[in-house]
């Protein structure tokens, strides 16, 4: 991290002035802690890229940026500095946001047959079998050293009967984990065996933390041919409102298949937001790298802080996001986020969000000052007691 980079925390009414659905929505004296939004100030890259754009009038339409244009280029160099892997910047495709490029991809790529997805799961996950015309099979995860691992006996199970497309969330959200290179191969033997589609929503890899790596599915071997990334800059420099994230292709001929696609499948990305996204992967990493130290030190601190006011509280170990899976099923509230709403004035993620009929657990977002996050965890304890 290079010295003067710090990562600044707005005050609680400069939060609600600019957080318009985190803050923005919840009642006076209550902390938000729910949606995957960070309370950090945007990064100076970025902000000075907007200004110099508004000042220059950019609010028109965006170039069509397929198979040329600053953003592959800057993405390609961002992902060989921060992952070691090397991207062809024209099989880079702008989208409006990570969740229409997931759809996108299935509408243009994917055989018909149901979607297989791991659950618990991001919750716009769980209505992409509506709106692309598709069922779909919940595979569950299992539990190894704490940590949640696709069940492959589960997945084989599922596109065996028919599922045409695992969509991947690498890293997890809700559960935090980063798959290993092993356990990544394990999933596209899998998928090679069935002759299934793959993708993979990196959208958090930049949020890899110490002790964990981040491995593009892509960058293994033998997934060219099956599989795409959507990734964005959005999560990392918290940039949702500026609708710009990328598809990425592993060969020429996917590519072209998602650059065929008619305007009215794929558009709607902003021009503000490719010249934000390009400022933050060409010059945000001293910046991101003072982020991860920051969460880095939440999560030490969440775990210091559950261990005393929470004390049967069980986490999986967080080893990407800011975002922190909790079993809260020993306090005996099937909804602990609406206790944890009417008695402590915290707003939480309820677990059955993301897995439909799932009780007892929560998801916390650390992504705040340390002094919120003790805060909000002492609220939890008295609240569930």
Same mark, same amino acid.
């Given at each position: 991290?290079?010295?003067?980079?710090?990562?600044?925390?707005?005050?609680?009414?400069?939060?609600?002035?600019?957080?318009?659905?985190?803050?923005?929505?919840?009642?006076?004296?209550?902390?938000?802690?729910?949606?995957?939004?960070?309370?950090?100030?945007?990064?100076?890259?970025?902000?000075?890229?907007?200004?110099?754009?508004?000042?220059?009038?950019?609010?028109? %339409?965006?170039?069509?940026?397929?198979?040329?244009?600053?953003?592959?280029?800057? %993405?390609?160099?961002?992902?060989?500095?921060?992952?070691?892997? @090397?991207?062809?910047?024209?099989?880079?495709?702008?989208?409006?946001?990570?969740?229409?490029?997931?759809?996108?991809?299935?509408?243009?790529?994917?055989?018909?047959?149901?979607?297989?997805?791991?659950?618990?799961?991001?919750?716009?996950?769980?209505?992409?079998?509506?709106?692309?015309?598709?069922?779909?099979?919940?595979?569950?995860?299992?539990?190894?050293?704490?940590?949640?691992?696709?069940?492959?006996?589960?997945?084989?199970?599922?596109?065996?009967?028919?599922?045409?497309?695992?969509?991947?969330?690498?890293?997890?959200?809700?559960?935090?984990?980063?798959?290993?290179?092993?356990?990544?191969?394990?999933?596209?033997?899998?998928?090679?065996?069935?002759?299934?589609?793959?993708?993979?929503?990196?959208?958090?890899?930049?949020?890899?933390?110490?002790?964990?790596?981040?491995?593009?599915?892509?960058?293994?071997?033998?997934?060219?041919?099956?599989?795409?990334?959507?990734?964005?800059?959005?999560?990392?420099?918290?940039?949702?409102?500026? @609708?710009?994230?990328?598809?990425?292709?592993?060969?020429?001929?996917?590519?072209? @298949?998602?650059?065929?696609?008619?305007?009215?499948?794929?558009?709607?990305?902003?021009?503000?937001?490719?010249?934000?996204?390009?400022?933050? %992967?060409?010059?945000?990493?001293?910046?991101?790298?003072?982020?991860?130290?920051?969460?880095?030190?939440?999560?030490?601190?969440?775990?210091?802080?559950?261990?005393?006011?929470?004390?049967?509280?069980?986490?999986?170990?967080?080893?990407?996001?800011?975002?922190?899976?909790?079993?809260?099923?020993?306090?005996?509230?099937?909804?602990?986020?609406?206790?944890?709403?009417?008695?402590?004035?915290? @707003?939480?993620?309820?677990?059955?969000?993301?897995?439909?009929?799932?009780?007892?657990?929560?998801?916390?977002?650390?992504?705040?000052?340390?002094?919120?996050?003790?805060?909000?965890?002492?609220?939890?304890?008295?609240?569930?007691?």
């Amino acid at each position: 991290m290079s010295a003067g980079v710090r990562i600044e925390d707005p005050t609680e009414d400069e939060l609600r002035r600019s957080m318009v659905l985190k803050w923005g929505t919840v009642a006076p004296g209550v902390i938000p802690a729910w949606v995957a939004e960070t309370d950090y100030r945007l990064a100076p890259v970025v902000a000075e890229a907007l200004q110099r754009a508004v000042t220059d009038g950019v609010t028109g %339409y965006p170039a069509d940026e397929v198979g040329e244009g600053p953003l592959g280029e800057a %993405y390609a160099g961002f992902a060989e500095r921060r992952f070691g892997w @090397r991207v062809d910047p024209s099989f880079v495709l702008p989208v409006a946001d990570v969740t229409a490029g997931v759809r996108l991809a299935i509408d243009l790529l994917s055989a018909p047959g149901a979607l297989a997805l791991p659950v618990p799961a991001y919750s716009p996950q769980l209505g992409l079998g509506a709106t692309t015309g598709r069922d779909t099979v919940a595979v569950p995860f299992v539990s190894e050293q704490g940590r949640a691992v696709i069940d492959l006996d589960a997945l084989d199970a599922a596109l065996g009967a028919g599922a045409s497309t695992l969509v991947l969330t690498n890293p997890h959200n809700p559960c935090g984990t980063c798959p290993t290179r092993a356990e990544l191969e394990a999933v596209r033997d899998v998928v090679v065996r069935h002759g299934a589609r793959v993708v993979s929503d990196e959208i958090h890899a930049p949020l890899t933390l110490a002790g964990a790596e981040h491995v593009p599915y892509l960058s293994l071997e033998g997934t060219a041919d099956h599989a795409v990334a959507v990734v964005a800059a959005s999560k990392a420099f918290n940039t949702p409102a500026l @609708r710009c994230a990328q598809v990425v292709a592993g060969d020429e001929g996917t590519a072209r @298949r998602l650059a065929s696609a008619p305007k009215p499948q794929n558009s709607s990305w902003s021009e503000l937001g490719v010249r934000a996204s390009t400022a933050a %992967y060409e010059q945000g990493d001293d910046w991101l790298d003072a982020l991860l130290v920051r969460l880095d030190q939440q999560r030490t601190l969440l775990t210091e802080r559950l261990a005393t006011d929470l004390p049967l509280a069980r986490v999986r170990p967080l080893e990407a996001t800011y975002l922190a899976w909790l079993d809260l099923r020993a306090y005996g509230h099937d909804d602990p986020a609406a206790v944890a709403l009417e008695r402590g004035r915290v @707003r939480l993620a309820p677990g059955h969000d993301y897995h439909p009929g799932l009780a007892g657990h929560v998801r916390l977002n650390a992504a705040t000052s340390p002094e919120r996050l003790v805060e909000i965890v002492r609220r939890l304890g008295v609240a569930l007691a």
